[in-house]
C-alpha cells in the first residue's frame, strides 16, 4: 500500500491564482481531511469528510473547496490565493469517523507559498 | 474553547539523555489524548495514545499518561537515540468538537 499520498510537494503561485492540491489513499478509508501546518500554531482543520460525496467544514475552511466523488480522492483547491494561505498542507485518512480509536495516517505535506 | 499547550522547542538533548515533552489540554468532556511524531520530510505518524483517565500509552520506549487532575499528558523517554530527533506533537480528539486538535509541535534534535 502507498498510503496516503499528495502531490505536488512543493508550489509557489501568485495571488489570486488558483490551484487544486491532491491527495489519495490506498487503503478503503472512509474519513480524509485537510490541514494546514503554521509556526507555532500546530495542524489546524480546514475540511474533513466522513465519506464519498459528504463533506464538511473544519476549523478553518475560507478560501478553500473541497469534494469527494470516490473513496479515493480528497482534492483541496484554492480558488483565489492569498498570501495568508502559505502554509503546509496535510492530508490525512482514517478507516472509519474520526473516534477515539481510529488512527489518522498522514500524507507527507504540501508546501505552499504564495507570493 | 479546547486547545493544547506543549513545551517550546527547540529541544537539544544528548545521546541517551532523558527527555520530557510536556503538553496540557483544555477541553470539554473526557477527551482521548495522542502523542504524533513528524520525521523529516514526512507526515505525522501516531506515536502514542491514551483514551481514558490514569491510562499510559507507551511506544518505541516513549510513555505518556493520562493525568485528568492536572488536564496533562506528558511524554517521557528515559534514553533517547539520534534516530528521534523529530517534531512531536500532542493532541487530543473531543467527540463535542469531532476533531483533533493539535499542539504546536516540539522539535527535538539528539545529538551523538
Known amino acids: 500500500n502507498a498510503g496516503v499520498t499528495q502531490t505536488p510537494k512543493f508550489q509557489v503561485l501568485k495571488t489570486g491564482q488558483s490551484m487544486t492540491l491532491q491527495c489519495a489513499q490506498d487503503?478503503?478509508?472512509?474519513?480524509m481531511s485537510w490541514y494546514r501546518q503554521d509556526p507555532g500554531m500546530g495542524l489546524r482543520l480546514i475540511h474533513y469528510?466522513?465519506?464519498?460525496?459528504?463533506?464538511d467544514q473544519g476549523e478553518v475552511p475560507n478560501g478553500y473547496n473541497v469534494s469527494r466523488s470516490t473513496t479515493e480522492d480528497f482534492p483541496l483547491r484554492l480558488l483565489s490565493a492569498a498570501p495568508s494561505q502559505t502554509s503546509v498542507y496535510f492530508c490525512?485518512?482514517?478507516?472509519?469517523?474520526?473516534?477515539?480509536?481510529?488512527?489518522?495516517?498522514f500524507g507527507p505535506g504540501t508546501r505552499l507559498t504564495v507570493l | 474553547g479546547n486547545s493544547v499547550t506543549q513545551m517550546e522547542g527547540p529541544v537539544t538533548l544528548s545521546e541517551e539523555a532523558f527527555l520530557t515533552i510536556n503538553c496540557t489540554y483544555t477541553?470539554?468532556?473526557?477527551?482521548?489524548l495522542f502523542w504524533y511524531v513528524q520525521y523529516p520530510g514526512e507526515g505525522l505518524q501516531l506515536l502514542l495514545k491514551?483514551?481514558?483517565?490514569?491510562d499510559k500509552g507507551s511506544n518505541k520506549g516513549f510513555e505518556a499518561t493520562y493525568r485528568k487532575e492536572t488536564t496533562s499528558f506528558h511524554l517521557e523517554k528515559g534514553s533517547v537515540q539520534v534516530s528521534d530527533s523529530a517534531v512531536y506533537f500532542c493532541?487530543?480528539?473531543?467527540?463535542?468538537?469531532?476533531?483533533?486538535?493539535f499542539g504546536s509541535g516540539t522539535q527535538l534534535t539528539v545529538l551523538p
Open positions: 491514551a483514551t481514558k483517565a490514569d
Open positions: 490525512a485518512s482514517s478507516y472509519r469517523s474520526l473516534t477515539t480509536n481510529n488512527e489518522q495516517f
Open positions: 493532541a487530543f480528539y473531543s467527540g463535542s468538537a469531532r476533531q483533533l486538535t
Open positions: 477541553a470539554t468532556g473526557y477527551p482521548s
Open positions: 487503503m478503503n478509508h472512509e474519513y
Open positions: 469528510s466522513v465519506g464519498a460525496g459528504i463533506t
